[in-house]
């Protein structure tokens, strides 16, 4: 017998989340690592919010819907509220219940930012570490080291004149028409407004983009990361980064393999 293809919706709904998400999903065990790591790191939450006002959104839920942002390569907190409010999926991990209200996207990025500049997530980072550590997962005798360019939230119309000669007309706006077809532009002479620390590199076969330069410390038993950075972009910036990743993981004196990708 044929179902019917009813519009009417429920004026009630008994939606268990928990039940939703199937009990193999690798979110799950995620999920039980996560909510460890931030039970430990309950007094860093409790120092760095005053004890009156008007409540934030709560730490805990900024850093796993983060995650889910970072897993699901999310482009954008727009997209990433948006989602929030229809993927139940991701509101089971970030903690939010089916009637809960979705953040608006201008707040979740102030909160975000200023959890941010407590290095905070360094501390998470840390403790994901410690549990690795606890299981016996993490080795000291073999690392990788990579890097790569992050794009930068740049666009090529602010890489600009250092000495302002090319800035636009007063009351063109930052938007204002640029051609710079056939100009020679170095990080010599050139700098973005809006973002003074992306430089001007190229990659492969690609055209050259304003980025940063990651990098990124694996031990190669288990292929864990154990350390980031990101610094300025530079040709040279690769080799030291990985040397200072080194020395604050195993000590400047310690004997160990290292391979560069």
Do not use: C
Request: no cysteine.
């Amino acid at each position: 017998m044929r179902g019917t293809d009813g519009k009417q919706g429920s004026l009630f709904s008994y939606v268990n989340l928990e039940s939703r998400v199937p009990d193999s999903h690798p979110l799950r065990r995620l999920r039980v690592m996560v909510d460890a790591v931030l039970a430990g790191m309950d007094k860093d939450f409790e120092a760095m919010y005053a004890q009156v006002g008007r409540p934030s959104i709560a730490p805990e839920r900024l850093l796993r819907a983060m995650m889910i942002q970072v897993l699901y390569s999310v482009r954008s907190e727009r997209l990433l509220m948006e989602q929030l409010e229809y993927n139940l999926l991701f509101r089971w991990f970030v903690g939010l219940g089916i009637d809960d209200l979705v953040w608006d996207h201008s707040t979740f990025s102030k909160n975000r930012d200023r959890l941010l500049e407590q290095e905070i997530s360094r501390r998470f980072l840390q403790e994901v570490l410690q549990q690795a550590r606890q299981a016996r997962l993490l080795s000291d005798e073999h690392f990788t080291v990579d890097g790569t360019f992050i794009e930068a939230w740049a666009s090529q119309k602010s890489f600009r004149r250092k000495d302002g000669s090319d800035d636009p007309p007063p009351g063109a706006g930052r938007n204002a028409k640029r051609d710079f077809h056939g100009e020679k532009r170095t990080n010599q002479t050139h700098e973005s407004k809006t973002d003074p620390d992306a430089r001007l590199m190229r990659k492969g076969g690609e055209g050259a983009k304003l980025v940063h330069h990651g990098h990124v410390l694996t031990e190669n038993r288990n292929g864990l990361v154990v350390a980031t950075e990101v610094t300025v972009a530079t040709g040279k910036s690769e080799v030291q980064a990985a040397e200072r990743l080194l020395v604050s993981r195993v000590g400047p004196t310690e004997p160990l393999g290292v391979g560069l990708n």
